[in-house]
């Protein structure tokens, strides 16, 4: 079957870095997305990796080892709006995203 | 960027009513649309493709004959709960695909807040 893995539920305080583990498991593999979803409301979009490596995005990057079937994604100078739940997906071999459950960040001051 | 508009963004009806929520690509075409649908504290699933012309594609345990979905052109898709009961309420959300950008992002609506009374 096919499968994502993610934490439930990370805190960490603000102005300091977190990384967001996400391991997978799919029938193929068409690249990995990174979402952001504040509570109530829809998703939106940080970051696709679909070759090996770091892509840095500003306070946020996002690295993938396809070999392992691993990515994270880090989040640096963390701020209390980046309080949301982090949303992985990968792209199986028919282009079909296969969604983690989240991980809640909970942000303290 | 790439917007998805989707309306309305919240529902309050009787139970019994059907409900109509509508998904528009407003500045690229989407062969492909997807719904999906998020219970509180839970991760998001999804219901079905809406494929243009032809009939959606639904998720195993998702019933076709409840989530009517029409894909009548390249830009709006419609999801219509039939006969809705105060267990389909929950969040409703539609994606869009850029039409022959399959390993691009999935752009969001706004998602619908429908509550079945």
């Known amino acids: 079957g096919q499968n994502i893995d993610q934490p439930t539920e990370m805190t960490a305080t603000e102005g300091a870095i977190v990384q967001i583990n996400c391991t997978y498991q799919?029938?193929?593999?068409?690249?990995l997305f990174w979402y952001q979803q504040h509570a109530g409301e829809a998703p939106t979009f940080l970051s696709y990796?679909?070759l090996d490596g770091l892509e840095e995005k500003g306070r946020f990057s996002s690295f993938l080892s396809r070999s392992k079937g691993y990515s994270y994604l880090l989040l640096k100078e963390l701020q209390m709006k980046d309080s949301a739940s982090y949303l992985c997906?990968?792209?199986?071999?028919?282009?079909?995203?296969?969604w983690g459950a989240g991980t809640k960040l909970i942000i303290k001051p | 960027g790439a917007v998805v508009s989707q309306h309305p963004s919240r529902v309050i009806c009787k139970s019994g009513t059907s409900v109509k929520i509508e998904c528009r690509s407003l500045?690229?075409?989407?062969?492909?649309m997807f719904w999906y649908r998020q219970f509180p504290k839970q991760s998001l699933m999804l219901m079905a493709t809406?494929?243009?012309?032809?009939?959606?594609?639904?998720e195993q345990g998702v019933e076709k004959d409840k989530f009517l979905i029409n894909h009548a052109s390249l830009t709006l898709s419609t999801l219509t709960v039939t006969s809705a009961h105060p267990e389909d309420s929950s969040f409703y959300i539609c994606?869009?695909?850029?039409?022959?950008?399959?390993?691009?992002?999935?752009?969001f609506g706004d998602g619908t807040r429908l509550s079945i009374l």
């Open positions: 994606s869009a695909r850029d039409t022959g950008k399959e390993n691009q992002p999935q752009h």
């Open positions: 500045d690229f075409q989407a062969t492909t």
């Open positions: 809406s494929n243009e012309g032809s009939k959606a594609t639904y």
């Open positions: 799919t029938s193929g593999f068409n690249g």
């Open positions: 990796n679909v």
């Open positions: 997906a990968v792209m199986d071999s028919n282009y079909q995203l296969i």
